[in-house]
């Protein structure tokens, strides 16, 4: 897949100065208080994973756009697909502007969907910085696996290996097992995401990963698509990927108006597909500065250099926008949700 394509339209563009987006006074108190500071960039995952790769390129950057200039400083929390972090962030974190953090991105709306097992917070509540990608995800098999399309997803038995419960790649196999009654078995214990699942299917432990980021299979494990080594089996997302005109979207699939409105709910999560949020409870001003920066991140051109050298893909969505998504989709009518919630109903 080609990557970068409208990111690098950027570059034409003019990085705002995050201070124009303040009165001056509100930009004195946030650069006064970030000046010698450094800010914390949680990663919900294991090194060597998509989401641990945005946010160490999101560091590098982030902090020049931020009144004061602080160090930003990434950190690797794991655990439980990436609900460990939430609920740090959620709870325990520093509700000052110095802690943010990024998670699997269909963590925030599993409590609506009657998976509030350990989770110790409520979506709506967090500071939304931005999403650094808005994108398509995918199912991938291993070539000895016999899974090569989705007819053979169909009829054939199995194996998707995922990270945990409530994670996309638990999720998103579970879901296309119960609304197409597929013959897929999905092994969670993958603890540290990505990496781990990809040494899995290279071993033989599973055939497949479903949920897998396109932009993480680009960055991480092109060689694996170059090799043929996988094969592409079906799109997640709301659209198509331009460069996958020939493989399924998974919004075709459903037969009736209540399966397509269900699976819309579990898909939305794509358009925040590498989400940066902050403790609930910021001072707005710092929120504002937050958002201001990550925006400004998006445009820089030294940034959008770097990503198009690791093949990440930028489609940004802003914190304002994020946040209005998670009000939306936790509006949705019950009923819908009520079968969105049986559709990623594991066992």
């Not at 609900?83 to 991105?105: E, H, Q, S, W």
């Not at 400004?296 to 250099?305: E, G, I, R, V």
């Not at 009000?327 to 009520?338: F, G, I, N, Q, S």
């Amino acid at each position: 897949m080609r990557t970068i394509r409208r990111a690098v339209a950027y570059l034409a563009m003019p990085v705002l100065l995050t201070v124009a987006a303040f009165p001056a006074h509100a930009a004195d108190a946030v650069a006064n208080f970030y000046r010698g500071k450094t800010v914390q960039v949680l990663v919900g995952f294991g090194p060597g994973g998509g989401y641990d790769l945005y946010a160490r390129t999101l560091a590098r950057y982030m902090g020049r756009h931020i009144p004061g200039n602080p160090t930003m400083v990434p950190q690797n929390m794991p655990g439980a697909g990436g609900v460990k972090v939430m609920n740090y962030l959620y709870n325990v974190a520093r509700k000052d502007g110095t802690v943010i953090a990024t998670f699997a991105r269909g963590l925030a709306i599993e409590p609506l969907l009657g998976h509030a097992q350990g989770t110790q917070f409520e979506a709506t509540k967090f500071g939304w910085v931005g999403s650094v990608s808005n994108e398509v995800s995918i199912c991938a098999f291993w070539t000895t696996s016999g899974i090569r399309t989705w007819q053979d997803m169909e009829t054939k038995p199995a194996t998707s290996g995922a990270s945990a419960a409530g994670a996309d790649s638990e999720i998103f196999p579970t879901v296309l097992k119960n609304l197409f009654h597929l013959p897929t078995k999905v092994v969670t214990g993958f603890s540290n995401g990505g990496a781990d699942i990809n040494l899995g299917m290279e071993r033989g432990e599973v055939g497949g990963r479903c949920g897998w980021s396109g932009s993480s299979l680009l960055s991480q494990s092109k060689p694996l698509l170059d090799g043929k080594k996988i094969n592409i089996v079906i799109q997640l997302a709301l659209q198509k990927h331009e460069d996958l005109p020939n493989v399924p979207l998974v919004m075709d699939l459903p037969t009736t108006p209540q399966n397509k409105a269900a699976l819309k709910l579990i898909v939305s999560r794509q358009s925040i597909a590498r989400p940066f949020a902050a403790p609930p409870g910021l001072p707005p001003e710092r929120l504002q500065a937050l958002r201001a920066a990550f925006d400004a991140t998006m445009k820089d051109p030294q940034f959008l250099a770097e990503a198009k050298r690791l093949d990440l893909e930028v489609r940004p969505v802003s914190g304002a926008d994020v946040e209005k998504l998670i009000r939306e989709l936790y509006a949705t009518p019950p009923d819908v949700v009520k079968l969105a919630a049986q559709a990623e109903q594991s066992g």
